[in-house]
């Protein structure tokens, strides 16, 4: 079955951080940061079934404006030029200086969609806990139904037995815990940090 997998970079990063950084934060923790590979990652979430085969990967985030965090932004425009280069599809979206993303969740909704309109995908993983794109899923099923196709779908999230609030996820979804050794298994060892205005990059 061709399997897309959409991710909500803010959210999965939120989510991880909300289980797993210790507070306060300390330097040096991995869930201080969007430190997940997202090839590995979504490439174990499609492998939980040997009927699916991943056929693309679609990165969804917002970047700050560098005059409101110079560091948040230098680290997503590295980590979107990586992800760009391994052939992933990337939509960069904006931050507002009250920290709230703007065109992200449109921008994958409408990809979705799309997508199944044009019949590109049997599987869609939406790697996100979000449930304002509950609508999109409800739309693509009607979509597939008048197409005579069955799809199915997953949501995917961060999840801890002793620590989550709760175990749902988007609507009309099939919901996939990603459990914290599974994410941890899917660690980026790259570095993305930008280096300091004027000065050396010091150590994570």
Same mark, same amino acid.
């Not at 430190?35 to 679609?58: F, G, P």
């Not at 044009?118 to 693509?140: K, N």
């Given at each position: 079955?061709?399997?897309?997998?959409?991710?909500?970079?803010?959210?999965?990063?939120?989510?991880?951080?909300?289980?797993?950084?210790?507070?306060?934060?300390?330097?040096?923790?991995?869930?201080?940061?969007?430190?997940?590979?997202?090839?590995?990652?979504?490439?174990?979430?499609?492998?939980?079934?040997?009927?699916?085969?991943?056929?693309?990967?679609?990165?969804?985030?917002?970047?700050?404006?560098?005059?409101?965090?110079?560091?948040?932004?230098?680290? %997503?425009?590295?980590?979107? #030029?990586? *992800?760009?280069?391994?052939?992933?599809?990337?939509?960069?979206? !904006?931050?507002? =200086?009250? &920290?709230?993303?703007?065109?992200?969740?449109?921008?994958?909704?409408?990809?979705?969609?799309?997508?199944?309109?044009?019949?590109?995908?049997?599987?869609?993983?939406?790697?996100?806990?979000?449930?304002?794109?509950?609508?999109?899923?409800?739309?693509?099923?009607?979509?597939?139904?008048?197409?005579?196709?069955?799809?199915?779908?997953?949501?995917?999230?961060?999840?801890?037995?002793?620590?989550?609030?709760?175990?749902?996820?988007?609507?009309?979804?099939? %919901?996939?815990?990603?459990? #914290?050794? *599974?994410?941890?298994?899917?660690?980026?060892?790259?570095?993305? !940090?930008?280096? =300091?205005? &004027?000065?050396?990059?010091?150590?994570?």
């Amino acid at each position: 079955m061709k399997t897309i997998v959409l991710v909500d970079g803010q959210n999965l990063y939120h989510l991880a951080r909300e289980l797993w950084a210790p507070t306060p934060h300390i330097g040096g923790s991995p869930y201080g940061y969007p430190c997940y590979d997202v090839e590995k990652l979504a490439d174990a979430l499609v492998k939980k079934d040997t009927q699916r085969t991943l056929s693309e990967i679609r990165f969804y985030t917002g970047v700050p404006d560098p005059k409101e965090n110079y560091f948040w932004h230098g680290f %997503w425009n590295n980590k979107l #030029r990586y *992800l760009t280069g391994r052939g992933i599809h990337v939509y960069r979206g !904006r931050i507002n =200086p009250g &920290g709230q993303e703007k065109g992200v969740d449109v921008s994958l909704a409408i990809d979705l969609i799309r997508l199944t309109y044009e019949h590109a995908y049997d599987v869609a993983i939406i790697v996100s806990q979000d449930w304002d794109f509950g609508p999109a899923i409800a739309l693509a099923k009607r979509i597939a139904k008048d197409q005579k196709r069955y799809l199915q779908f997953f949501s995917a999230f961060p999840y801890d037995t002793n620590l989550s609030r709760t175990r749902r996820g988007i609507p009309g979804t099939t %919901w996939i815990h990603i459990e #914290r050794t *599974l994410y941890d298994s899917c660690f980026d060892q790259t570095d993305y !940090r930008p280096m =300091p205005k &004027g000065g050396k990059q010091g150590s994570r």
